[in-house]
């Protein structure tokens, strides 16, 4: 188990009427899953998929753990060090991906001066030569707590009580969503299971202008918000939708350029998206329907 690829627990998707009511709920961190393995002082790491990825974070090779070997399962999330200081620390899922796809020895040293990666932990899977996944959640933790100290590179993700609270708090501050974990549940690798460890996203919605349209190659409406440039919908609508759309947009084309159709941004529609990127886009954006009837007929 140590030092070899695992795959972790996924979070199994709930809704947001669908929020238990159990004790153990966090934060759901805007970054990628990772998997540190600590051996005698020598650190390892793997994202989920399995694949190694210590070269590209030398901030973990400084860890000193007060055990022998470990295996913690958490997040990586990265901080902007460009942003003006009488800011509070803010985290992208952008800065993330850019420290993540940054491979090459020179590329690692340039980017980790203006982006800080950082390794918020909710779990560990492996201590002093033995796998603990079979202990509970609320026993894996405590020994979370008492491994790892918070620090430049490592913390222990904060748990609350209430998942229905702080669902409502990851609202108003555009997060991602939450974690809730059984407290009395184990490990299960590999899996995925409603009855372990479940997420709830906060999605957000946006009534969105379709501007133009890929006229060649896959899918893609592009987006604005009065006037303003805001991302390309890539997740198909259904098929009534798209054939509607194409009746009523004949008559509203601007021009071509470049394998796309213009048009005048004059149908409406809503759209559910994860949050904003660091340049203002929508993440993830996905068709939730138009906004008026007359506008597709």
Known sequence: MLNQSIKPMLLYPLQPNQIKSWKNNSLKWDGFRILIHYDNGKVRAFSRHGTEITSRFP??????????????????????????????????????MARFNTKTESGVKRIMTT???????????????????????EERREVLESVVKHSETLSVTPIYDSGHKLFQKA???????????????????????ERHVVKVKAY?????????????????????????????????????????????????????????????????CKIKFQCYTKNGKLRSPKFEGFCTTTSVQ
């Open 59 to 96: 901030e973990l090779l400084d860890i000193q753990l007060p055990v022998k070997s470990a295996i913690l399962d958490g997040e990586c999330i990265a901080f902007d060090l460009t942003q003006p200081k009488d800011q509070p620390p803010k985290y992208w899922w952008d800065d993330a």
């Open 115 to 137: 982006i800080r990666a950082h390794f918020p932990l909710w779990d560990i899977l492996y201590l002093n030569g033995e796998p603990i996944i079979k202990k509970t959640f």
């Open 171 to 193: 609202k108003e501050l555009g997060l991602e969503g939450i974690c809730q974990y059984k407290g009395d549940a184990p490990m299960i690798l590999d899996g995925r299971s």
């Open 204 to 268: 957000q919605y946006i009534t969105c202008q379709i501007e133009s349209m890929r006229i060649q190659g896959r899918f893609g409406w592009g987006l604005s918000v009065n006037g303003k440039y805001v991302g390309i919908l890539e997740f198909p609508p259904g098929h009534e939708e798209v054939r509607a759309f194409h009746q009523i947009s004949k008559q509203l084309i601007r021009g071509e350029s470049k394998g796309w159709r213009y048009f005048e941004p004059l149908i409406s």
